[in-house]
């Protein structure tokens, strides 16, 4: 089952802009994650924000988390032609540290 | 390095055949993988953990005679779609958990005639 529901479904922008995706969730988590998959192919991981962390960085990238609303906020600055892909954010929970993924954001960044 | 390879990356079958698609943790032993199904323009729906020596865990609507894991060592998992059909046609992933995190193969894609 999806836990997590993510918006826009889709989004356009031109390159230099910044993007910005949300994530909800549903019940509690040990960490969130964000990935990223190009079309037709594997994942890549960008980033992983523990449940006790409000902000993370990497490179371009900047992760919030918000335990008490139970979203997360992936922002992409400076965006490239390069960042068109699908973006996925991903909760783990429990023992296994089990990854329940959400739907999804198609990015699309026009030269 | 966290390497996951899976085999084959694609594969056509006719409807009715079983097909097994093989996940290997490369430079590390991995006694939890997991099993994503991805439709497309999809997300990635687990399907079932799988741990090594012992029975694989299934999500709630997956099928677990349909859909064999077996994960006999510490770096092959493998998932058997059994009696395929049209409607198995995915791209399924899988991934090894090392370190309490989850590495990903580059994913199979299944194409049922």
């Known amino acids: 089952s999806q836990q997590g529901e993510e918006d826009p479904q889709a989004l356009s922008i031109q390159e230099g802009e910044n993007a910005t995706m949300n994530c909800s969730y549903k019940?509690?988590?040990?960490?969130l994650q964000w990935y990223r998959q190009n079309s037709g192919r594997g994942l890549v991981h960008l980033i992983l924000?523990?449940?006790?962390?409000r902000e993370k960085h990497s490179g371009r990238l900047r992760v919030t988390l918000d335990t008490s609303k139970k979203s997360s906020s992936l922002l992409i600055t400076a965006s490239r032609a390069a960042d068109t892909a699908s973006y996925f954010c991903?909760?783990?929970?429990?023992?296994?540290?089990?990854?329940?993924f959400g739907a999804g954001t198609r990015l699309a960044v026009h030269p | 390095g966290a390497v996951v390879s899976q085999h084959p990356s694609w594969v056509i079958c006719k409807s009715g055949t079983s097909v097994k698609i093989e996940c290997r943790s490369l430079d590390f032993q991995a006694t939890t993988m997991f099993w994503y199904r991805q439709f497309p323009k999809q997300s990635l729906m687990l399907m079932a953990t799988s741990n090594e020596g012992s029975k694989a865990t299934y999500e709630q609507g997956v099928e677990k005679d349909k859909f064999l894991i077996n994960h006999a060592s510490l770096t092959l998992s493998t998932l058997t779609v059994t009696s395929a059909h049209p409607e198995d046609s995915s791209f399924y992933i899988c991934?090894?958990?090392?370190?309490?995190?989850?590495?990903f193969g580059p994913g199979t894609r299944l194409t049922v005639t």
């Open positions: 924000i523990r449940s006790n962390e």
């Open positions: 019940t509690s988590i040990n960490n």
């Open positions: 991934s090894a958990m090392k370190d309490y995190e989850q590495y």
């Open positions: 991903a909760t783990g929970s429990g023992g296994y540290n089990k990854l329940i």
